[in-house]
């Protein structure tokens, strides 16, 4: 069954009304929510920006169902033991519903100038694939007499990665659950997609949802405005139309669809979304 999160950047939101949008998800038949992982906003930086695994489990603690993660958390700002202690934790206190969705970093100004690393890209995918392998071990029955933490999960946590590099791609099929396409890269799913082992496929959507009584070139001028950088990973139509375009990645083998829209999810289009996008994926009753 396709799978429907809310990505939901936790930017120009206070607390409480992300944890409102969240709800409202929940209620619209949504089954997760992402937030990002930044120290600054990327593109907006003089914009208010919350710290994600506190936000992500003040969601959690304020939601029954909705599955919680990031696209992604930012291996470079924790280090791994922590990590691994944080997800436990999370996941256990959620009733199994956390992912960690983890990157190597993606604003090197941003990991400079806070200090947190200096490291080329190269050397920072060998970071991750290092925080992977520990992950694996902290999680698992240990088999040597190093130190080893408690609780381990009672269910498996998802791993999810994002990325087309080659590097990347290894990572993904040594690693992951989910493999997370780029938005801007829709074009090499055929390509791609033979080389992630047994990751299933999601990716990531930026929609203007022309809801109904709505202007569609009012819509479409707002969302192209924000968002037009985004080239063809901007989605602008009613329901018919997103449905149509949904079904056709839905059928070359993408099972989630994070959903970034371009009103920043004003609840009334998070249930009309789930009212007529979201239903017609489901299977009839």
Known sequence: MTEWFLFLPQIRLGVPEIADRARAAQDSGFDGVAFIDHLIAPGAEQQPIWEAMTVAAWVAARTERLR??????CDAFRHPAVLAKQAVTLHEA??????????????????????????????RRERLRHTLEQLRGYWSEPETDGLVQVPRPSTPIPIVLGGSSAPMLELVREHATWWN???????????????????????????????????????????????????????????AQVIEHFAALSRQGVERFYVWFADFAAPRTLAEFGATVIAEFRPAS
């Open 68 to 73: 919680i993660g990031h696209l992604v958390l």
């Open 181 to 239: 396409l780029p938005v801007v890269q829709l074009d090499r799913l055929p390509d791609l997609r033979a080389q992630i082992g047994s990751a299933r496929i999601s990716t990531q959507h930026m929609v203007g949802f022309v809801g109904r009584g709505a202007d569609t070139e009012q819509v479409r001028a707002h969302s192209v405005r924000r968002f037009g950088y985004l080239g063809d990973g901007l989605v602008v139509g009613d329901a």
């Open 94 to 123: 959620s009733g199994g519903r956390f992912e960690l969705g983890l990157g190597s970093g993606s604003v090197p100004r941003e990991l400079t100038g806070f200090g947190v690393t200096r490291d080329a890209a190269a050397a």
